[in-house]
C-alpha cells in the first residue's frame, strides 16, 4: 500500500469499524473519510461525514469501501457516483449485490470489487474472499488484498456465482 492512501468508506457499523480498527492498527498513517449518518468513535487520522452529499464533485480517494446496509446500497451508490472522479475502485462488502447490478449503477468502466468478510474480521481474524470486474487493475487488487487482510486472510475467486456460496458460509 502507498505511503498515504486516501480511503473513503461509506457506513461505519460493526463491520465498517471493525475495518476501521484493523486498517488503523496495520496502517498508521491512513487518511480515512468516512460517510456515516450516526454517530461513530473519533478516529485518528479521518473526517466524519454525515452523508455522501457532503463530498466535493470529483472526490479522488484512492478506494471507495462500500459497507452500507445492502437494502440502501442503491440509493449510496447513486450519490457516491455523481460525487467521484472516473476511476476511482469501488470494493463493496455488501451481500447479494452482484458486479452486474454495481456496472448498472457506475457503469461499465468503474473498477469494482466485491468481497465478503466474515464476522470474525471484528477481532482480526477473518476471511475475506473476493472477486472483480475486468476493470480492475494488479495495484487495485493489492490494495483490496491489503486492506481485508488487515483484519484476517484474503483470497480470491474468478467465478462470482461462487461468491452467494461464500455469502451463505460466512453467514452461517
Same mark, same amino acid.
Not at 473519510?33 to 480517494?61: Q, V, Y
Not at 476471511?127 to 488484498?145: D, G, K, Q, Y
Given at each position: 500500500?502507498?505511503?498515504?492512501?486516501?480511503?473513503?468508506?461509506?457506513?461505519?457499523?460493526?463491520?465498517?469499524?471493525?475495518?476501521?480498527?484493523?486498517?488503523? #492498527? #496495520?496502517?498508521?498513517?491512513?487518511?480515512?473519510?468516512?460517510?456515516?449518518?450516526?454517530?461513530?468513535?473519533?478516529?485518528? &487520522?479521518?473526517?466524519?461525514?454525515? /452523508?455522501?452529499?457532503?463530498?466535493?464533485?470529483?472526490?479522488?480517494?484512492?478506494?471507495?469501501?462500500?459497507?452500507?446496509?445492502?437494502?440502501?446500497?442503491?440509493?449510496?451508490?447513486?450519490?457516491? &457516483?455523481?460525487?467521484?472522479?472516473?476511476?476511482?475502485?469501488?470494493? /463493496?462488502?455488501?451481500?447479494?449485490?452482484?458486479?452486474?447490478?454495481?456496472?448498472?449503477?457506475?457503469?461499465?468502466?468503474?473498477?469494482?470489487?466485491?468481497?465478503?468478510? &466474515?464476522?470474525?474480521?471484528?477481532?482480526?481474524?477473518?476471511?475475506?474472499?473476493?472477486?472483480? &470486474?475486468?476493470?480492475?487493475?494488479?495495484?487495485?487488487?493489492?490494495?483490496?488484498?491489503?486492506?481485508?487482510?488487515?483484519?484476517?486472510?484474503? /483470497?480470491?475467486?474468478?467465478?462470482? /456465482?461462487?461468491?452467494?456460496?461464500?455469502?451463505?458460509?460466512?453467514?452461517?
Amino acid at each position: 500500500m502507498s505511503d498515504h492512501p486516501h480511503i473513503l468508506l461509506a457506513g461505519c457499523g460493526k463491520m465498517g469499524t471493525a475495518l476501521v480498527r484493523g486498517w488503523q #492498527k #496495520k496502517f498508521p498513517a491512513l487518511d480515512l473519510t468516512i460517510i456515516e449518518p450516526n454517530d461513530i468513535p473519533a478516529f485518528p &487520522n479521518s473526517t466524519h461525514l454525515k /452523508s455522501a452529499d457532503d463530498l466535493p464533485h470529483g472526490f479522488d480517494p484512492t478506494i471507495v469501501v462500500l459497507a452500507v446496509k445492502p437494502q440502501i446500497m442503491r440509493e449510496a451508490c447513486d450519490v457516491l &457516483n455523481l460525487k467521484l472522479a472516473p476511476g476511482v475502485p469501488i470494493l /463493496s462488502i455488501a451481500a447479494g449485490k452482484s458486479l452486474a447490478q454495481y456496472a448498472t449503477i457506475f457503469g461499465l468502466n468503474r473498477p469494482v470489487i466485491r468481497a465478503m468478510p &466474515n464476522t470474525p474480521a471484528a477481532i482480526g481474524h477473518g476471511i475475506s474472499v473476493m472477486c472483480a &470486474n475486468a476493470e480492475i487493475t494488479p495495484i487495485h487488487r493489492h490494495l483490496a488484498t491489503d486492506l481485508l487482510g488487515a483484519v484476517g486472510v484474503v /483470497s480470491w475467486i474468478d467465478d462470482e /456465482s461462487l461468491m452467494d456460496a461464500v455469502t451463505a458460509v460466512s453467514g452461517s
